[in-house]
C-alpha cells in the first residue's frame, strides 16, 4: 500500500452538498469512510434546485436526466444514490416544439420512428439528410454516450467503432447541417432543436446523443424537480450515517508540507481529516482555498479563457392561472419581431411549460419557465445599483410576457407570481465563478476527456476534486459518477473492494 492516506484513511471532509458532494459522501459512507460534508448554503443540491414562490415551484436546473431510463447504464448510478425512490419519470413524447413566426410548428419526437415521418411529412424534398441525421442518433444510441463518464472498459471498447462518428459530428455546425436542408423551414427551425443554443460553435453531436438517448428511453425528467431530487440523495448520506453541517462556508484548505490536511470555515474553526475532496467552484477552490499555489498550465490556461455570456444564464419564471396541460413541455418562439434583452436582440425564445401534474404548480395552473443566454458582466455592474438592478429584472419579466401574449392570448391578466435569476444571482447561491457552468477548454480537449481538467492538483497530496469542475463537464450525472469514481480510487489505493448498496 501506498504512504499518505491508505494508511490511515478513515475521515473525509467534502467541501459542497451539491450532487458530486452528495453522491461522494454516499460512496464514502458505502465504503465505511467516516465522512463529514460542509456547505455554505442551508439545504442541499447547489445549482440542481427549486424554490418555491406564491404556491409555485420554480425549478431552475434538471431539464432531461441522463439514467433515468430503465435500460440506461448509469440508472443504476441514481438506484445506488436513491435519487429517484418514490417518484416516478416523466418521458415526454417530444423533446421539443420548434415553431415559426407563420405558425409552423417542427415536433422533436423522442421516439425517433415517429421524428422521421414528422421530418418526411414536413420536407421530403429532404429525405436523404433527414435519413443521415436520424441514422446517426440511432447510431450513439447503442453507443449510450452518457455512460461513459463511469469509465468502464467495456464501453470504451463499444465506443471504438463510433468515435470516427463522434468526431465527425463535433464538428459540424447545427447551423451547417441545417443548410443541407432545401425546405425553408426546416433549415430555420433544426439549429433552434437543442434548448435554442444555436450559433456557429453549436455542434450537431449533442443533439444526436440526445436522440441516442431517446431511442435507449432515456433523458426523462423526475417528477417534483430538481430540488426534491437533490434531497433525497441528502437522505440517502443522512441514512448511510454521513454528517452534514450547512451553513458551512469554508475558505481555506489547510495544508502541511504539500498534503491537505483539514479546512478552515469562515467562523474560523478549523476541522482536520485524512482526505479533503472539493466539490465546490473550481475556481474559489483552486485560487482562493488554496491560493493558487497548486496548479499547471492547462489549470490556469482553462480559467483565463472564461466565457462572459452563457446559455441558460438568464431564466424568467411565471407562476400562471392557466392550465396549459395541452402544450408541449419544451417550445422554442422564432420570433417575427426581435426583442432585447440585456442589450442585446434575440430571434427566439425557449420556454419549458410545467403543469400540476409536474409538481410544480398547483391543480389548473402552470409555470412558464424562459431560458436563455446571461451576462455576467452586465447584471454585476447593474447589481452595484440594487434599484437599477430589480428594474431591470422586472424589465426583462415584461418583455418576455409581451412575447407570450401573442402565443398565449390573456396570460398577462394570468401571472401570479415572477422571478427572474441572472448569473449574479446564481453566484450568490452556488459560488459557481461568475455564475458559470463549465466551458469549452481553450486547449487540452483530450486530455481533459481522459484524465479531467484538476482532478487532482499538482503537488498536493490527499485532495481531490469531484463535480463539473473537476472534469470542465456538465451534467448531474457526470457530477454523480465522479464522485463515485473517486471513492472506487480510493477503495482500491486501500486495498478494500469498493461495495455499493441500493437503497
Ligand atoms: C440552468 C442549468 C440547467 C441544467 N440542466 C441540466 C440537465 O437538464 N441535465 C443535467 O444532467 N445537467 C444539467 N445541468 C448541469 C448540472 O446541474 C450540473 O453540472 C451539476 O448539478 C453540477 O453539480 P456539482 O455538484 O458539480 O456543482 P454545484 O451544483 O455547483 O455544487 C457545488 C456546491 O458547493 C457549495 N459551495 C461552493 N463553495 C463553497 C464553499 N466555499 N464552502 C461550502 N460550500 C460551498 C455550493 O453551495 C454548492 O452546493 C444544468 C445546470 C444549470 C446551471
Known amino acids: 500500500m501506498e504512504e499518505g492516506f491508505t494508511l490511515k484513511n478513515k475521515r473525509i471532509i467534502i467541501i459542497g452538498a451539491g450532487i458530486a458532494g452528495l453522491a461522494t459522501g454516499c460512496y464514502a459512507r458505502m465504503n465505511g469512510y467516516e465522512t463529514i460534508i460542509y456547505e455554505m448554503h442551508d439545504k442541499p443540491g447547489g445549482v440542481c434546485t427549486s424554490w418555491k414562490r406564491k404556491g409555485y415551484t420554480f425549478d431552475y436546473c434538471i431539464h432531461n436526466l441522463a439514467g433515468s431510463g430503465k435500460r440506461a447504464a448509469l440508472r443504476k448510478v441514481w438506484d445506488e444514490l436513491g435519487a429517484l425512490d418514490g417518484t416516478d419519470i416523466i418521458d415526454h413524447e417530444m423533446f421539443v416544439r420548434v415553431e415559426g413566426p407563420k405558425g409552423e410548428t417542427l415536433n422533436l419526437y423522442t421516439d425517433l420512428d415517429r421524428l422521421e415521418k414528422h421530418l418526411l411529412n414536413i420536407a421530403p424534398e429532404d429525405a436523404v439528410a433527414i435519413k443521415k441525421y436520424i441514422d446517426a442518433g440511432r447510431a450513439l444510441a447503442k453507443a449510450d454516450v452518457f455512460a461513459m463518464s463511469l469509465g468502464e472498459k467495456k464501453r470504451w471498447l463499444g465506443m471504438l467503432p463510433r468515435l470516427p462518428a463522434v468526431m465527425k459530428w463535433s464538428k459540424v455546425p447545427m447551423e451547417s447541417y441545417a443548410q443541407r436542408f432545401t425546405n425553408p423551414f426546416l433549415r430555420q427551425a433544426f439549429p433552434h432543436l437543442q434548448y435554442d443554443v444555436t450559433g456557429p460553435e453549436m455542434p450537431l453531436l449533442p443533439n444526436l446523443i440526445f436522440l441516442g438517448g431517446f431511442e435507449i428511453g432515456d433523458l426523462g425528467w423526475p417528477r417534483g424537480g430538481s430540488l426534491e431530487f437533490s434531497r433525497r440523495i441528502a437522505r440517502r448520506f443522512d441514512a448511510l450515517g454521513g454528517e452534514m453541517n450547512y ?87 422564432i420570433l417575427d419581431q426581435a426583442i432585447t434583452l440585456e442589450g442585446r436582440g434575440r430571434n427566439s425564445l425557449y420556454l419549458e411549460i410545467f403543469d400540476s401534474a409536474t409538481g410544480m404548480a398547483p391543480e389548473g395552473k402552470s409555470v412558464i419557465k424562459v431560458v436563455t443566454e446571461g451576462n455576467y458582466n452586465y447584471w454585476r455592474i447593474l447589481r452595484k445599483d440594487m434599484a437599477k438592478y430589480m428594474t431591470t429584472k422586472d424589465t426583462i419579466a415584461e418583455t418576455v410576457i409581451n412575447v407570450l401574449e401573442k402565443r398565449f392570448p390573456g396570460i398577462r391578466k394570468q401571472v401570479e407570481a415572477v422571478d427572474v435569476t441572472t448569473p449574479v444571482s446564481v453566484q450568490r447561491y452556488t459560488n459557481n465563478f461568475h455564475g458559470l457552468q463549465p466551458w469549452p477548454a481553450p486547449k487540452g480537449d483530450f486530455q481533459i476527456m481522459q484524465k479531467g481538467l484538476s482532478k487532482t492538483l499538482p503537488g498536493l497530496n490527499n485532495f481531490f476534486m469531484v463535480g463539473q469542475w473537476a472534469g470542465a463537464m456538465i451534467g448531474v450525472s457526470t457530477a454523480a459518477v465522479t464522485g463515485r469514481n473517486l471513492v472506487k480510487q480510493i477503495c482500491k489505493k486501500d486495498g478494500k473492494r469498493f461495495v455499493i448498496a441500493n437503497s
Not at 268 to 289: K, W
Not at 308 to 320: D, I, M, P, R, W
Open 247 to 333: 451553513l458551512s462556508f469554508v475558505e481555506k484548505i489547510i495544508v502541511n508540507n504539500g498534503t491537505a490536511t483539514g479546512i478552515r470555515l469562515a467562523d474560523g474553526s478549523e476541522q482536520y481529516a485524512d482526505i479533503v475532496v472539493s466539490a465546490a467552484d473550481g475556481y474559489f477552490t483552486i485560487y482562493n482555498m488554496l491560493d493558487g499555489s497548486y496548479t499547471n498550465e492547462l489549470i490556469d490556461a482553462y480559467y483565463d479563457h472564461f466565457v462572459e455570456s452563457q446559455s441558460f444564464g438568464l431564466q424568467v419564471y411565471l407562476g400562471l392561472n392557466r392550465d396549459l396541460t395541452n402544450e408541449p413541455h419544451a417550445l422554442t418562439l
